[in-house]
């Protein structure tokens, strides 16, 4: 069963940082495209961030210049670090694991079980 393990969420005042983890098997993390996406209550899901097989690295335009968005390929470990966190940031955030992006071999798309971040004024 493949697992995707988020940590390193919580809640924070506006202006502060927060990073969030996910880990996955070695498999799943050397054959599948790894993104971040969150939800917000009452929206829709969306792509905050992913990293392309070539490097190429994406971020939606909210976040950009605030998130950054890495990998530890030894600890099959992906990151996202938050900075200058805003209100309107507060939602869960999942990892997630699929084709695409450069990426042919993932055996299916798969999800974290997300992690809340709250952040208050």
């Known amino acids: 069963q493949v697992q995707l393990v988020e940590s390193g969420g919580g809640s924070v005042q506006a202006g502060g940082s927060l990073k969030l983890s996910c880990a996955a098997s070695g498999y799943i993390f050397k054959t599948c495209g790894m993104h971040w996406y969150r939800q917000a209550p009452g929206k829709e899901r969306e792509l905050v961030s992913n990293?392309?097989?070539?490097?190429?690295?994406s971020y939606a335009d909210s976040v950009k210049g605030r998130f950054t968005i890495s990998q530890d390929n030894t600890k099959n470990t992906l990151y996202l670090q938050m900075n200058s966190l805003k209100t309107e940031d507060t939602a869960v955030y999942y990892c997630t694991a699929r084709n695409g992006d450069g990426y042919y071999f993932c055996p299916g798309t798969f999800w974290g079980q997300g992690t809340q971040v709250t952040v208050s004024s």
């Open positions: 990293m392309r097989s070539d490097g190429t690295i």
